[in-house]
């Protein structure tokens, strides 16, 4: 089939990567020329996992880069739009990238096509779609509108695409239906599986996937409602967290128990310093907005962002606990990304965090595999930069772990003991089993689990006690 995905960010770029996998011939639409000359060129401007293989395999045949919109949709039979949905000061979307486009495709409906929307939009910007299309000139049987709402993880976003848990298409006809079943086929059938060249299965992966159906309406609050769901589950443990945190209990065994329910699940379950990224905090406040137009005050979704932002400071807290002072003191950090596996800092923690101990006095030494180099746009040029774990580590008061990268998680701790000016570790994100630590003679800190001493530094507290005594 041949396909125009309109917008090649994040969510644009794996999508057309992908169904050119899946055997059709994808145009890729951007108004920016340098993005796209870049990406003709080979390179890649997100760090994304099997995305410079997939983009490689297809660059020369079944992708082709243009900016020419009008053409690419009129040439296809089903028009994809990715682009941006930013949010307004008052935290709606933020829909006139979208509209644009639709005035545009409008030229381009002389025969039969669908138009979908991919992007991240609030209930009924489908039939908006359509009014546009319509205003602009369009014949109104000349198309139909559909939602197909994208679940894609940054880090995981082509695995989440090519073995995903459900695919959703809101639909306004069967004829519609149809043409959005012929494009997942190789999916829904399970051909694209038998492949030799597919993209490794995921461990969890249940294949085929199930595609569902229903109106545009649904379609469009699966989307919303799905993201809010899981930003609540990561609020509510770390509430939980924090609660262990006061009586003595341990999240993770917590976390075990509940989870083990098979009601509720054991993923996203993990608490941290709080979710970030271009999606959840975004979208809960548009969801949020949605809500409040409809006549609804969703003030859930309120208390959800409250805790997010709590948990923030909460772990800021338990640094200066750890340190007391702050200012002066050398710390390293391990992670500026919202989370592993991508370069984005888009609503970062670690980013936030590192400005609040900036703030506070701190002298921060940063490492991140990938995302060092987003940060130096958005931080002061004092923090210092590092090639690896172990410099971060080198000569600090503390070590912070604020992104859960899996490098960070096998980290050799015996050296990092021995480079570190105190044997401390505050970590953010749950890496470690508490006794791990101590028995490399460090100090732990984590979130909703009972600080783990090492055996000198708990002669050295009792110590203090005394003198304070
Ligand atoms: C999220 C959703 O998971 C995707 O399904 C959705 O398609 C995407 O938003 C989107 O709307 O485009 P993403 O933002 O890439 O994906 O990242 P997640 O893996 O969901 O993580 C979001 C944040 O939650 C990160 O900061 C992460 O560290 C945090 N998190 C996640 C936790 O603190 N605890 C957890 O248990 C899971």
């Given at each position: 089939?041949?396909?125009?995905?309109?917008?090649?960010?994040?969510?644009?770029?794996?999508?057309?990567?992908?169904?050119?996998?899946?055997?059709?011939?994808?145009?890729?639409?951007?108004?920016?020329?340098?993005?796209?000359?870049?990406?003709?060129?080979?390179?890649?401007?997100?760090?994304?996992?099997?995305?410079?293989?997939?983009?490689?395999?297809?660059?020369?045949?079944?992708?082709?880069?243009?900016?020419?919109?009008?053409?690419?949709?009129?040439?296809?039979?089903?028009?994809?739009?990715?682009?941006?949905?930013?949010?307004?000061?008052?935290?709606?979307?933020?829909?006139?990238?979208?509209?644009?486009?639709?005035?545009?495709?409008?030229?381009?409906?002389?025969?039969?096509?669908?138009?979908?929307?991919?992007?991240?939009?609030?209930?009924?910007?489908?039939?908006?779609?359509?009014?546009?299309?319509?205003?602009?000139?369009?014949?109104?049987?000349?198309?139909?509108?559909?939602?197909?709402?994208?679940?894609?993880?940054?880090?995981?976003?082509?695995?989440?695409?090519?073995?995903?848990?459900?695919?959703?298409?809101?639909?306004?006809?069967?004829?519609?239906?149809?043409?959005?079943?012929?494009?997942?086929?190789?999916?829904?059938?399970?051909?694209?599986?038998?492949?030799?060249?597919?993209?490794?299965?995921?461990?969890?992966?249940?294949?085929?996937?199930?595609?569902?159906?229903?109106?545009?309406?649904?379609?469009?609050?699966?989307?919303?409602?799905?993201?809010?769901?899981?930003?609540?589950?990561i609020?509510?443990i770390n509430a939980v967290a924090s609660i262990c945190e006061?009586?003595?209990a341990n999240v993770q065994?917590v976390c075990?128990?509940?989870?083990?329910?098979?009601?509720?699940?054991?993923?996203?379950l993990n608490p941290g310093i709080g979710?970030?990224?271009?999606?959840?905090?975004?979208?809960?406040?548009?969801?949020?907005?949605?809500?409040?137009?409809?006549?609804?005050?969703?003030?859930?979704?309120?208390?959800?962002?409250?805790?997010?932002?709590d948990q923030r400071?909460r772990f800021l807290k338990k640094v200066?606990?750890?340190?007391?002072?702050?200012?002066?003191?050398?710390?390293?950090?391990?992670?500026?990304?919202?989370?592993?596996?991508?370069?984005?800092?888009?609503?970062?923690p670690?980013?936030?965090l590192?400005?609040?101990?900036?703030?506070?006095?701190?002298?921060?030494?940063?490492?991140?595999?990938?995302?060092?180099?987003?940060?130096?746009?958005?931080?002061?040029?004092?923090?210092?930069?590092?090639?690896?774990?172990?410099?971060?580590?080198?000569?600090?008061?503390?070590?912070l772990i604020l992104?859960e990268?899996?490098?960070?998680?096998?980290?050799?701790?015996?050296?990092?003991?021995?480079?570190?000016?105190?044997?401390?570790v505050i970590d953010g994100r749950n890496l470690y089993?508490p006794?791990?630590?101590?028995?490399?003679?460090?100090?732990y800190y984590s979130v909703g689990r009972p600080a783990?001493?090492?055996?000198?530094?708990?002669?050295?507290?009792?110590?203090?006690?005394?003198?304070?005594?």
């Amino acid at each position: 089939m041949r396909i125009a995905v309109v917008g090649s960010g994040y969510v644009g770029l794996v999508t057309g990567a992908c169904f050119a996998d899946l055997g059709h011939e994808v145009t890729l639409v951007d108004n920016d020329e340098q993005k796209l000359s870049a990406l003709r060129a080979g390179e890649m401007p997100i760090h994304e996992r099997f995305l410079p293989e997939l983009i490689g395999r297809h660059r020369w045949n079944r992708i082709r880069f243009s900016g020419d919109l009008k053409t690419a949709a009129r040439e296809c039979e089903a028009v994809f739009i990715a682009v941006g949905t930013p949010p307004t000061d008052d935290g709606e979307a933020d829909l006139s990238y979208v509209e644009s486009v639709a005035r545009e495709i409008s030229g381009a409906v002389d025969r039969y096509k669908v138009v979908v929307e991919k992007s991240t939009v609030p209930v009924y910007t489908s039939q908006w779609i359509r009014t546009v299309i319509i205003r602009n000139g369009a014949n109104p049987s000349a198309f139909d509108i559909a939602s197909n709402p994208e679940f894609l993880r940054e880090g995981t976003a082509v695995t989440d695409f090519l073995y995903p848990d459900r695919i959703v298409v809101g639909v306004e006809s069967e004829k519609c239906a149809g043409v959005l079943r012929e494009v997942y086929a190789p999916l829904t059938s399970g051909e694209y599986y038998t492949r030799a060249d597919a993209i490794p299965r995921p461990d969890r992966a249940q294949i085929p996937p199930r595609l569902i159906v229903t109106s545009t309406q649904s379609a469009e609050l699966i989307k919303h409602a799905s993201n809010a769901f899981l930003a609540m589950k990561i609020s509510f443990i770390n509430a939980v967290a924090s609660i262990c945190e006061s009586v003595g209990a341990n999240v993770q065994q917590v976390c075990e128990g509940i989870g083990a329910d098979s009601r509720i699940g054991p993923r996203f379950l993990n608490p941290g310093i709080g979710y970030g990224g271009s999606c959840f905090p975004k979208d809960l406040m548009a969801f949020r907005a949605v809500a409040k137009e409809c006549g609804y005050d969703f003030r859930l979704l309120d208390e959800v962002i409250r805790i997010n932002e709590d948990q923030r400071h909460r772990f800021l807290k338990k640094v200066r606990s750890v340190l007391w002072t702050l200012r002066g003191k050398q710390v390293g950090v391990l992670g500026l990304a919202f989370k592993g596996g991508t370069d984005d800092i888009r609503e970062s923690p670690a980013i936030l965090l590192v400005q609040d101990l900036l703030r506070e006095g701190c002298r921060v030494c940063a490492y991140d595999p990938a995302a060092m180099e987003r940060a130096k746009e958005v931080l002061p040029s004092s923090v210092d930069y590092v090639a690896d774990p172990y410099e971060a580590a080198t000569g600090a008061d503390a070590l912070l772990i604020l992104t859960e990268w899996e490098e960070f998680s096998s980290l050799d701790l015996a050296r990092v003991r021995g480079l570190l000016k105190y044997p401390l570790v505050i970590d953010g994100r749950n890496l470690y089993h508490p006794t791990q630590m101590t028995e490399q003679g460090l100090s732990y800190y984590s979130v909703g689990r009972p600080a783990a001493l090492a055996e000198n530094s708990k002669a050295g507290m009792r110590e203090d006690k005394r003198e304070r005594a």
